[in-house]
């Protein structure tokens, strides 16, 4: 509650706290002062910032990735406050191979991105290579008992990798098979972000849902060998 209510935080991410409800999503993947994380394609830096004020209160530490090309354009306003928070540290790169020294980070977050990562049409039904590669090399990067935190738009149930990736969208099995393929043990998924309204078949900037979905809160663990 102390990082969400920070002063520094920019006022357009406060106002987002209603929809995102950043207290409860942290609590329920159990991140703590002291921590290293890193954010993967962390854009605006929503959690970026909570983080940097939740772990900095430990002397942890957030590692922002973005894109080259996202990171071009978010640099002019996110590089001077992340300078100023003192404790973030940017990475720029492609998401397949990020170069992650291993056992280093307590935790990762992987927020609203991995709907972008599931599916390629060349590869039909199955994780692309590129991905499974990711996801292997995030698995190497967190130390022994570390946290994966996946936050994304829900699918219904039975729908094929093609249906959810039309929508944007990714259904609970799927995740499940991808990150326990990658060595990740699943913990559970908190029902945060629950919407009757959403029938879990639409892409949601369409149907008029941003912000509004329906979205699984998936913990994962790297075990403790």
Known sequence: ERAVQNENRPADQVMLDDARKPVEVLSFFGLEPGMRVLDIASGGGYYTIILSNLVGEGGGSVVAHNSERSWQNLEPTLGPLYEELGNVEVLIGGRGDLGLEENSYDA?????????????????????????????????????????????????????????????????????????????????????????????????REAGLSRK???????YRKPVE
């Not at 799927?174 to 393929?181: H, R, V």
């Open 108 to 204: 990762v977050m992987l927020v609203l991105i991995y709907h972008h990562m599931f599916y390629a049409e060349d590869d039909g039904e199955v994780l692309p290579a590129e991905h499974k590669t990711a996801f292997e090399n995030i698995y190497a990067a967190l130390k022994p008992g570390g946290v994966l935190a996946v936050i994304e738009h829900t699918a219904a149930v039975g729908s094929s990798r093609a249906e959810a990736s039309s929508w944007h969208r990714v259904t609970e099995a799927m995740a499940i098979a991808d990150f326990t393929d990658a060595g990740f043990v699943f913990e559970g998924n908190a029902e945060i972000h629950v919407n009757p309204d959403d029938d879990l078949q639409n892409y949601w």
């Open 213 to 219: 979905t329906t979205r699984l809160v998936h913990k």
